[in-house]
């Protein structure tokens, strides 16, 4: 399957993301993919939101959920995007949404680890997710779903992996800062490494984020990427075939020793 990432800078409105996602998915299509992973907040980001930003997600969320499902059926390409649902109060879930090329949607994401880390705290706007890891099918392929700061937790994409994942998609508005590539670079190589996946991480390119989009292979070997555009994509073709090849000689999963909780011996 092909996949591509595509990256850009989402604005406060949600018909002129997705406009952008449809110019961004549109050339995606003509280079062939079959999925195209849009970052985190593609539906709008919250710094730039008009008004009061529960009222917001709920006025906007089915118009950005069916914009997504046209999108796809239109260019008959399955895409995975993030952005804010409606949640019981007035704390929105931030959750990515998957659609197959016919339009239907497959599942969503919310996203379990909130971003309460360098001094911002995405839990005083967010609610944390409680449905677990997501899986669904596509191209003959089993993919994953996690959001950015979800990233820095290996049991999350192990978890992925135990569940048969093929390829992890990562939506992300990694915020820059001292040493913040390094550690999305270091951390999207772990994944794919430890887990003997595909890892495709779309992230948001902005005056506030790296952007920094990438394919990866289980190796942890880059097949295409992006640096700061502001707008583009980065494609790959994903195969099974390649996670045969690499489980053959690098057979982590099967080596492991530590499946099961730790068992705790007291020192005498």
């Known amino acids: 399957m092909k996949v591509s990432v595509g990256q850009f800078a989402p604005r406060g409105q ?29 539906m709008f980001t ?32 399955a895409i995975i995007a993030g952005g804010y649902e409606p949640s019981s109060d007035d704390r929105p879930y931030n959750t ?5 090329g016919t339009g239907l949607i497959l599942d969503t ?3 379990l680890h909130l971003y309460d880390a360098f001094s911002y705290q995405e839990s005083k706007r967010i609610t944390p997710g409680d449905g677990g890891v997501k899986l669904i099918s596509l191209g003959g392929l089993k993919v994953g779903m996690m959001t950015c700061y979800d990233l820095r937790f290996p049991e999350l994409a192990r978890a992925l992996a135990e569940q048969g994942a093929d390829l992890i998609c990562v939506a992300a508005a990694w915020f820059k800062g001292d040493h913040k590539i ?3 670079e270091s951390l999207l190589k772990a994944r794919a490494i430890e887990n003997t996946c595909w890892v ?4 948001v390119s902005s005056d506030y984020c790296i952007g920094h989009s990438v394919v990866l292979d289980p190796m942890g070997v880059v097949q ?24 053959e000689f690098l057979p982590v999963l099967k080596n492991r020793r530590l499946a099961n909780p730790v068992e705790v011996v007291a020192a005498h």
């Not at 990515?96 to 197959?100: E, F, Q, R, S």
């Not at 295409?224 to 690499?246: C, H, Q, S």
């Open 109 to 111: 994401y919310r996203k």
């Open 182 to 184: 390094d550690h999305w």
């Open 46 to 77: 919250v710094g730039q939101v008009e008004g009061n930003f529960p009222e917001a997600v709920a006025a906007h969320w089915t118009t950005f959920v069916q914009g997504l499902s046209l999108l796809a059926r239109d260019l008959d390409v």
């Open 14 to 42: 949600v018909a002129g993301n997705l406009a952008t996602m449809r110019r961004i998915a549109a050339r995606a299509k003509e280079d062939g993919a079959e999925l195209v992973v849009f970052p985190e907040e593609s």
């Open 224 to 247: 295409d990427f992006l640096n700061e555009e502001p707008e583009g994509i980065a494609t790959a073709v994903v195969t099974r075939k390649r996670i045969d090849e690499v489980r």
């Open 200 to 203: 495709a991480a779309a992230g």
């Open 96 to 100: 990515l949404v998957a659609v197959d």
